[in-house]
């Protein structure tokens, strides 16, 4: 196994631009008025060059943000806030991950998100017990407002939470 190049970021966004992200994506009270975002269901992580889970019952939601045009409302939000901090030059995508509790931590298997190199970012929305895995078995703690950067096209796995009810990220991927 090749050695994993990483860099981590504590207190990656302004405290009050994070705490607008966190408790937009992650409300403390029930509200069916207000802001709301569209999920989408993923069985499983899936990769051209390794399999996902083969466990049914593991699955997670996402948001797509951006998938090379801008797809969500959080758009420009989130841009507002990372853009600068991340120097993107060219953006490939942005999606917003929740993975539902388990009784046990689980991984959701090794993947890529793209063949060819470019850069990832993962920031974490909540602090929990999951964490991403990358291919040299470093594991990354969820913190919340913590930036994980490093090589998207290099296996990495997430995996789920048993202390929270979910554990929510950012993925970035761009040059």
Not at 12 to 19: C, E, I, N, V
Not at 120 to 145: H, P, Q, R, W
């Amino acid at each position: 196994m090749a050695e994993q190049q990483y860099e981590i970021i504590d207190n990656f966004l302004p405290s009050d631009a994070f705490k607008k992200l966190h408790d937009f994506l992650l409300p403390s009270d029930v509200k069916f008025e207000g802001t709301t975002i569209g999920w989408g269901y993923v069985p499983k992580v899936i990769s051209k060059n390794k399999k996902g889970t083969e466990d049914w019952r593991l699955f997670y939601l996402a948001h797509l943000v951006y998938d090379h045009i801008p797809l969500s409302p959080l758009f420009n939000p989130i841009m507002t806030y990372c853009n600068e901090l991340l120097d993107i030059k060219s953006l490939i995508r942005i999606k917003i991950n929740l993975y539902p509790n388990t009784e046990i931590v689980k991984e959701h298997g090794m993947h890529t998100d793209y063949d060819f190199s470019h850069k990832a970012a993962i920031l974490y929305i909540n602090t929990c017990d999951g964490y991403t895995k990358l291919e040299d078995g470093t594991k990354i703690e969820s913190v919340a407002n913590r930036m994980l950067l490093f090589d998207g096209s290099k296996l990495h796995t997430p995996s789920t939470c048993t202390d929270q009810s979910v554990r929510m990220n950012i993925n970035f991927n761009y040059f």
